[in-house]
């Protein structure tokens, strides 16, 4: 880390006010990197280190430096599986944000903030893996990207944690890392130009499933205005539930007193924890044995997401939550090509799939899922009969009625049919459809992702982009120039649909997908 000594920076702060990329926060002064059009502050430490006595402990606030630290570079993310070795990537030294602001701003205006939170299934993934310097620029917006601690090191539960923490919350602390970043963004964000109270909390996949969690704490009262969902669904593990899946953890460790289980498995290496959740690796088919999901019952959540909407005892915020058209496209393709059948599969195969999935039940899946209604494709007509009944499909009908009830809600369903797929799966060049976490190349930037191609493509990430910045600016996703996105309810069941053949407000998602299918006995 490179330093200049704190009086030049001050003197530089003090005395050259269209130096945008020197900030002083309340740790000290910050150097980023100006673009022109953007200026970015990479790896921001939010909370201290949370690695030895302060692993599985709430995040802690950060030491003060002299002089000014570059962020110019992101810093390390989270400690997580290698993507193709049995090693682990990421450090315990990993909260930290980045900031992304306009170069450009009339002087007094304070600018609407989104807080994103990216999704992995709380196992993998980092904030360093998205770049919204586009939606940046172009709705003119500050965009903040946090990481937040994963796997075993975020959501484990003992009972020797619970002690600790004197309030049974272990097994969130991720959740923590994720509240304590929009803290920070209250207390720092006007000195980029942010407006404290505008902020909206974004996330995708676990991330949106942690968004849900966090609508319902108490801890993160007055944090955020207006919430964006996307593929997601609401947790429901209770701590009960959590301390079982997290016990096997310190048995491999060897750490069985449950009277000191949290200290032995401190004296561990980050290698060795990461290790001992060997046994919940994700087992054929995809899906992992560890919940490395928030818990409830307890000071941080102490009501499910239902009950708490109901009585009201939720962080009341306007709503835009949606899926994808084809949500298990991309773990069915992956899971099809480890197992070295091609795509798509023959008719034959596409049988005997529906078989071993669905069992007694198959020859009444392959009536409702005819081939000829998908033009023969046996992977999208196979993918659509996993995705439907999954969380990500028919049960948004039900998380998107809930919040309607109480809060303005806005719906969506991304439908890009060709989508960029990612470079491990594009080799035959086989559209997947619109996949799980397809729409974030539309809006995020996500460097593993190749991006909107054709004309049609970057014009629909062009209106995504100002339909998410007028939500985050005002509460209402519409604009000029834009399709009209009514709000759902839960008589009218309106939603919009983003394609790139045209943006179409609809009211039957719940016929498309089969819900009535689904939900009969």
């Known amino acids: 880390m490179s330093f200049i000594p704190l009086i030049s920076a001050a003197a530089l702060v003090a ?8 900030v002083r926060i309340e740790s000290g002064v910050i150097h980023g990197h ?22 599985w402990r709430a995040p802690q606030p950060v030491a003060h430096w002299n002089g000014v630290r570059e962020a110019t570079t992101p810093a390390s993310g989270c400690v997580r599986p290698a993507q193709d070795t049995d090693g682990y990537v990421g450090s315990e030294d990993c909260l930290y944000i980045n900031i992304y602001r306009p170069a450009h701003t009339p002087p007094g205006q304070r600018l609407p903030v989104l807080v994103f939170i990216h999704g992995g299934s709380n196992l993998k993934e980092s904030a360093n893996d998205y770049d919204p310097v586009a939606l940046v620029e172009q709705m003119g917006i500050i ?30 602390f991720g959740l923590q890392d994720q509240q304590a970043a929009l803290r920070w963004v209250q207390r720092n964000i006007a000195q980029f130009g942010g407006d404290r109270f505008n902020v909206t909390l974004a996330g995708e996949s676990a991330g949106a499933i942690d968004m849900c969690a966090i609508l319902v704490s108490p801890a993160a ?39 000191n289980a949290a200290d032995c498995m401190r004296a561990a290496t980050a290698e060795q924890v990461l290790a001992a959740g060997k046994p919940y690796s994700p087992e054929p088919g995809g899906g992992s044995g560890f919940n490395a999901s928030p818990n409830f019952g307890n000071a941080l959540l102490p009501l499910q997401v239902p009950d708490a909407v109901a009585s009201g005892r939720w962080n009341r915020a306007r709503i835009l939550i949606g899926s994808n058209r084809n949500e298990a496209a991309l773990f069915t393709a992956a899971g099809l090509s480890a197992f070295g059948i091609p795509l798509p599969p023959s008719a034959a195969a596409y049988k005997l799939l529906v078989k071993q999935k669905f069992g007694a039940l198959a020859p009444a899946v392959m009536a409702e899922y005819p081939l000829d209604a998908y033009d023969n494709n046996t992977f999208l007509a196979y993918s659509d009969a996993v995705s439907d009944p999954s969380p990500l499909g028919c049960e948004v009908t039900k998380w998107s009625q809930l919040f309607a009830q109480a809060t303005p809600t806005f719906r969506y369903e991304f439908a890009d049919a060709n989508a960029p797929v990612p470079v491990e799966l594009s080799s035959n060049g086989f559209p997947l459809g619109a996949y799980h976490g397809s729409e974030l190349q539309y809006l995020y930037g996500p460097v593993m992702l190749p991006g909107p191609q054709s004309d049609a493509q970057k014009q629909l990430a062009r209106d995504m982009m100002a339909y998410w910045g007028n939500f985050a600016k005002t509460g209402n996703p519409n604009g000029r120039a834009l399709v009209h996105w009514p709000r759902y309810d839960a008589s009218g069941l309106q939603l919009l649909r983003l394609s790139p053949e045209g943006n179409t407000v609809i009211d039957n998602f719940d016929d498309e997908h089969h819900c009535a299918f689904w939900s009969s006995p």
Do not use: W
């Open 15 to 22: 005395t050259m006010p269209t130096a945008n990329d020197y």
């Open 143 to 172: 965009v903040v990207t946090t990481e937040y601690r994963l796997n075993v090191f975020g959501f484990l539960a003992l009972p020797s944690l619970d002690v600790e923490a004197e309030d049974s919350s272990s097994g969130n």
């Open 34 to 55: 100006d673009t022109g059009a953007v200026v970015t502050f990479l790896g921001v430490p939010f909370a201290a280190p949370p690695s030895g006595e302060l692993r």
């Open 221 to 259: 009262a007055g944090l955020f205005s207006k919430a964006i969902m996307e593929s997601m669904y609401c947790p429901t593990a209770t701590h009960e539930e959590a301390l079982a899946v997290s016990a096997p953890v310190a048995q491999a460790l060897g750490c069985t007193d449950p009277q």
